[in-house]
Antibody
Framework: QVQLVESGGGVVQPGGSLRLSCAAS????????FHWVRQAPGKGLEWVAF????????YYPDSVKGRFTISRDDSKNMLYLQMNSLRAEDTAVYHC???????????WGQGTLVTVSS | ELVLTQSPATLSLSPGERATLSCRAS??????LAWYQQKPGQAPRLLIY???KRAPDIPARFSGSGSGTDFTLTISSLEPEDFAVYSC?????????FGQGTKVEV
């Protein structure tokens, strides 16, 4: 079955950078777009980034645009999220998820915790 | 900017009762609405997509309905494992928005 496993979370100071990774298996990686979704402690889900199946286009909400970059390595079945200029409000569990029909997300990873604190 | 408002914030029910959860959009969004269930420490689980289609392996007690700006998730008879947080999701242009969630508690 589809498995998505995130890694790379940790504690980082405000203004710092972090790169998250998501290893995908059990699917034809190049057939799918992928998203990153985060959930701050005690809060709801927030969409963070989307990359198309061919990697040619990326989309972001205003809250992270210009600071976060989503990318993929199809040779390794890997998805990434480069996060720069981190702020306290970026503290959250970050999940990768598979896109379906550019409409909803069907498979999710368990997430990796990012804590931005001095 | 699309806003999805879920109500109520908390729903207190007993096993066997019917749960009706609402998701209202700030603008018409067609029928591409999805619902997720999330338990503490777990990833979200897709229940419903395209407003009313059940995801694979989702029990028939879960159903979705609605159109335009008003959508509903119904759990016909609550099982003990159904007590969780439920969130709706909608795409608008190239942006995806979640509702803030409804907690179904015992």
């Amino acid at each position: 079955q589809v498995q998505l496993v995130e890694s790379g979370g940790g504690v980082v100071q405000p203004g710092g950078s972090l790169r998250l990774s998501c290893a995908a298996s059990g699917l034809t990686f190049t057939s799918h777009g992928f998203h990153w979704v985060r959930q701050a402690p005690g809060k709801g889900l927030e969409w963070v980034a989307f990359i198309t199946s061919d990697g040619s286009t990326q989309y972001y909400p205003d809250s992270v645009k210009g600071r976060f970059t989503i990318s993929r390595d199809d040779s390794k079945n890997m998805l990434y999220l480069q996060m720069n200029s981190l702020r306290a409000e970026d503290t959250a569990v970050y999940h990768c998820s598979r896109d379906r029909a550019v409409s909803y997300f069907d498979s999710w990873g368990q997430g990796t915790l990012v804590t931005v604190s001095s | 900017e699309l806003v999805l408002t879920q109500s109520p914030a908390t729903l207190s029910l007993s096993p066997g009762e019917r749960a009706t959860l609402s998701c209202r959009a700030s603008q018409s969004v067609g029928t591409y609405l999805a619902w997720y269930q999330q338990k503490p420490g777990q990833a979200p689980r897709l229940l419903i997509y395209d407003t009313s289609k059940r995801a694979p392996d989702i029990p028939a007690r879960f159903s979705g309905s609605g159109s335009g700006t008003d959508f509903t998730l119904t759990i016909s008879s609550l099982e003990p494992e159904d007590f969780a947080v439920y969130s709706c999701l909608q795409r608008n242009s190239w942006s995806w928005t979640f509702g803030q969630g409804t907690k179904v508690e015992v």
